[in-house]
C-alpha cells in the first residue's frame, strides 16, 4: 500500500531534549516536505527536499533540521525542543521533483514540549 | 505569502444539500489544488485545476478557477455526513516549488 509513515504519531517532551520525528515513503517520490499545522495559522512549511542531498527552507525552518540521505527518508531534527514548537507535525510527498502534482501526507505527529 | 485564503472558516449544512467554499489567492498560479483533512488525520488530495482550466468535476466535486479575479471554489453536491472535515485550498505559483495552505474551511454535513 502507498503511504507516507510518520513516527512518533504522539510525543511529550520536555524543553532542550533532541528529538527526531522520522518520516517514510514507498512510492519512491523525490519530492518530500515537512509541515507544521497550528490553530488559525494553517500549515506551514518547514523545509522542503527536492531528492536526495538537496533541502531547502520553507516558511518557518527556525529550530529544525532535516537530512535526505535516502530517498525514501526524510527525518525532521528539533535539536532543542521549545514549547513554542508544540504543534501537529505532517510529513508530505510527491511523485515529481516539483509539487506541482499530487501531495501524498502522513498521518500527522502530535508533538508537546514542556 | 500565496498561500489561499478560504472562506468562509466554518459551514453547516444538512446531509443532502449542497456545500460551497471559495478560496482566494494573491499572486499568479500554475495550479490550485483543494485537500481534505478529517479531524487530527493527514491532508488528502481531492482535485487540481490548471491555471488554463476553468472548471473541473469529479465526482460530487466540482471546482473552478477565475484567475482575473484570482479565485477558486469547492462545490460538494448531495452532502453527506461523511463529507465532515476541513477543507483546505493550496495555489502553487509559477516558479515556485512548494504548495502552502491557508487555515481551511470546516464543514460541518448534520445527518
Redesign the interface.
Known amino acids: 500500500e502507498a503511504q ?1 509513515t510518520q513516527n512518533p504519531r504522539y510525543l511529550i517532551t520536555v524543553t532542550g531534549k533532541k528529538l527526531t520525528v522520522t518520516c517514510s515513503q514507498n512510492m519512491n517520490h523525490e519530492y518530500m ?1 515537512w ?1 507544521r499545522q497550528d490553530p ?6 518547514i523545509y ?1 527536499s ?1 531528492n536526495v542531498e538537496v533541502t ?1 527552507k ?2 518557518v525552518p527556525e529550530g529544525y533540521k532535516v537530512s535526505r540521505k535516502e530517498k525514501r527518508n526524510f527525518p525532521l531534527i528539533l535539536e532543542s525542543p521549545s514549547p513554542n514548537q508544540t504543534s ?1 507535525y ?1 510529513c ?1 510527498s510527491s511523485a515529481r521533483d ?11 505527529s ?1 508533538l508537546t514540549v514542556l | 505569502s500565496q498561500q489561499g485564503e478560504e472562506d468562509p472558516q466554518a459551514l453547516s449544512i444538512q446531509e443532502g444539500e449542497n456545500a460551497t467554499m471559495n478560496c482566494s489567492y494573491k499572486t499568479s498560479i500554475n495550479n490550485l489544488q483543494w485537500y481534505r483533512q478529517n479531524s487530527g488525520r493527514g491532508l488528502v488530495h481531492l482535485i487540481l485545476i490548471r491555471s488554463n482550466e476553468r472548471e473541473k468535476h469529479s465526482g460530487r466535486l466540482r471546482v473552478t478557477l477565475d484567475t482575473s479575479k484570482k479565485s477558486s471554489s469547492l462545490l460538494i453536491t448531495a452532502s453527506r455526513a461523511a463529507d465532515t472535515a476541513s477543507y483546505f485550498c493550496a495555489p502553487l505559483r509559477a516558479g515556485r516549488r512548494a504548495l502552502t495552505f491557508g487555515s481551511g474551511t470546516r464543514l460541518q454535513v448534520q445527518p
Not at chain 1, 488559525?40 to 512549511?45: A, D, F, N, P, S
Open positions: 507516507v516536505s509541515y488559525g495559522l494553517g500549515l506551514r512549511q522542503y527536492m531547502d520553507g516558511d501537529l505532517f508530505a516539483s509539487p506541482t502534482g499530487e501531495l501524498f501526507f502522513g498521518e500527522g502530535r
